[in-house]
């Protein structure tokens, strides 16, 4: 996980999530961008992300999915973490309800570092082991702590 968790802030994390379907959760995600002034308005980014699923959907399969727009709204990439224990039909390849959500909105002057990121943690996600251990967090300290275990770990197996 080393260079991801400077992208990663517990007042940036849903848990649980509320939404009952994609477009109120994605409405949920931004939310925390909004209220520490991350965005300057919502809605342009709402739109950026909205168009996006519509061109394809996010849900990636295995219960993730990864909502993200680019819109000049931001001034550096930011990132939600939100879990729903219900599951939210996200239109997965898989058929499958999504319950991990990383929602990713990126400076439209700055698409390179959104594609990076979005990709480390596409490939994160793809571990089984973690997208369990993620399921299992009740709140934003068990998301962080999970996150920054499962890094360190990674980090020893490297060496």
């Known amino acids: 996980m080393s260079g991801l968790t400077q992208f990663i802030s517990k007042q940036f994390m849903v848990v649980p999530m509320q939404a009952t379907n994609s477009r109120e959760a994605i409405e949920e995600l931004l939310e925390p961008l909004k209220a520490h002034k991350l965005l300057k308005t919502g809605e342009n980014c709402l739109e950026s ?5 519509r061109r394809m959907s996010t849900g990636v399969g295995k219960g993730v999915a990864l909502p993200h727009g680019l819109s000049d709204q931001v001034e550096d990439v930011a990132l939600v973490i939100g879990i729903s224990p219900a599951g939210i039909d996200f239109k997965a390849p898989d058929g499958m309800l999504c319950h991990i959500f990383v929602l990713f909105v990126g400076p ?52």
């Open 49 to 53: 992300i909205l168009k996006r699923e």
């Open 108 to 159: 439209a002057s700055q698409p390179d570092k959104h594609y990076k990121l979005l990709s480390r943690f596409t490939k994160l996600l793809s571990d089984g082991a973690l997208r369990s251990l993620l399921m299992e967090a009740r709140s934003a300290d068990d998301i962080m702590a999970t996150l920054e275990s499962w890094g360190q770990d990674k980090e020893e197996e490297d060496l």
